[in-house]
């Protein structure tokens, strides 16, 4: 039987071991499919909601939930390389465009963008 003490030393060293995946590939969208955006975009938008969700519980008032909205941000902030990476792109097909346009759609509602933007992004999409 594993000790838990030990198990759990152990998993922390090895989480400590390993490097924490970064966007390197997006400096060239050529790299990441749209699907691979589209993907890594949804995960951080789930986290991000689901944090939301516990941040807005009473439990969450106080330092917990400065601590959850200062995760929150910086979630935020490793979107902000994806939605470049899309606008950057240049569509190989009509799906990759119409999947391009739903990332940058999505990106601008989940940001509460003016509605003057948003329009923009969908004329663009359309034109």
Known sequence: MVDRR???TTAVAALAATAIPRFEAIAAPDKL???DLLAAYDGLQAA???LLGIANQPRSDGKAGEYLDAVREQLYLCTEPLV???KAMKPADKYASHRRCELL????LD???IPEEIIAITQECIA
């Open 111 to 113: 940001t509460e963008l």
């Open 6 to 8: 030990t198990f759990a």
């Open 105 to 108: 759609l999505r990106h601008a």
């Open 84 to 86: 470049a990476a899309v």
């Open 48 to 50: 991000m909601d689901a």
């Open 33 to 35: 499919s749209i699907e």
